[in-house]
């Protein structure tokens, strides 16, 4: 997400900003609601970031929900199988 946001800063001072404010806001809906996202692959599921190409992947568990990426939308999310 670091990488991100200093991309988008070089692309237009502030972006970057606006691109964290982002995930926080996905992140705040994530935690009100995590049943309305798609669950895409076993229990891992995904929430997109409005404005911005990106999903944050998560999984539920009893106690917990654990961001497990963040990934742009062209990135295959087959590299997160490892990470569950």
Known sequence: MAEAA????????????????????????????????????????????????YGLFFIVTSENIVIIACLHGKQSPCQIETRI
């Open 6 to 53: 200093t991309w988008y800063d070089q692309q237009s001072p502030g972006l970057g900003t606006e691109y964290l404010r982002a995930v926080d806001v996905c992140i705040a809906s994530i935690a009100r609601n995590p049943a309305i996202h798609a669950t895409l692959y076993r229990n891992v599921k995904r929430a997109l970031l409005r404005r911005f190409p």
